[in-house]
DNA sequence: CTTCATGCAAAAGATTTGCAAGTTC
DNA sequence: GAACTTGCAAATCTTTTGCATGAAG
């Protein structure tokens, strides 16, 4: 990094790369042109997304960005705390970001494949409930559920 | 399969296997005896299970059973509703076996990977309302707590 | 200049697939 | 016999690593 980064980038992504150059400093790493590059990405998509996804969107943006820096980077942005492995039941692995966005769970789609997010207090509040009865001390979560959504219904054929 | 299968067999896998035999029909498969002896592997297994431990499993047990066999059966018995792709957080895929076991959810030490089970109805209660609310029809759903478990907690270095 | 980071290609794993030979109905 | 299975090896895919070269402090 040696010019002005981040220019044409909007606040949230901003802060992102804030937080990550700090979160790199204290490990005596760098915040660089790759890794800013990533970030960037990062931030723009929305919902779920598979590694290779993300290693598209790179190719297609400014080309930087090999494969294995982008597998190199993605475990140092989970523990910056700008994004998280999703859910995987079964297929590849993916990513959410989360950073600046309000914590979520999904309410997923088995015919389609649509993701609904959705914020329920409740499921908190019981979890720290579940956790202490155990003597746990609540670092995170995990809550999906699966279903059927609306649209698959009415376009479902009658139960043969 | 052509003797009398499934001598010393416990009840449980007993009925796995037969309910295993009337999916497979269903489908005009067949239950091997390659297909049974993977049943009454995973049958045996407590818990999440990665996929080669239960190959290993059938290598220690009666030498049936290569690895595409089990790679071809495992989607199969899940269909079957014998077992269950376990969460994963970005390790290797698992499963569990989840016939004729009540359903429960995971608490999970994030540092020594100790696996505790509970059960907890307010969830599945508040699981279902939300998925009415968004109109979706509720199948199943992936519920995990990560945290540190009482005696990481006891083991912790003095806060840095 | 010393340490860290990158890209590429090779290596390592995990999962899937093609196919000839063996089973089951 | 026709249809379904299996095991093996080869083919794929995904992720990780080794290393020489290029940045960053």
Redesign the interface.
Known sequence: MSEGRAEGVDGRTREALERFERFLHQRDLRLTEARAAIVEAALARQGHYPIDELIADLKQRGIRGSKATVYRTLPLLAEAGILE?A????DA?SYETTFGRHHHDH?V??RCGRV?E?E?E??EI??RE??S??????????????????DC?AGEPPRG
């Open positions: 492995p859910i995987v039941a079964g692995r309410l789609c088995s609904v959705f329920f409740a499921f019981l979890q579940v956790a009865r155990y003597g746990f001390r609540l670092e995170a979560h995990h809550h999906e559920l699966v279903g059927t959504c609306p219904q």
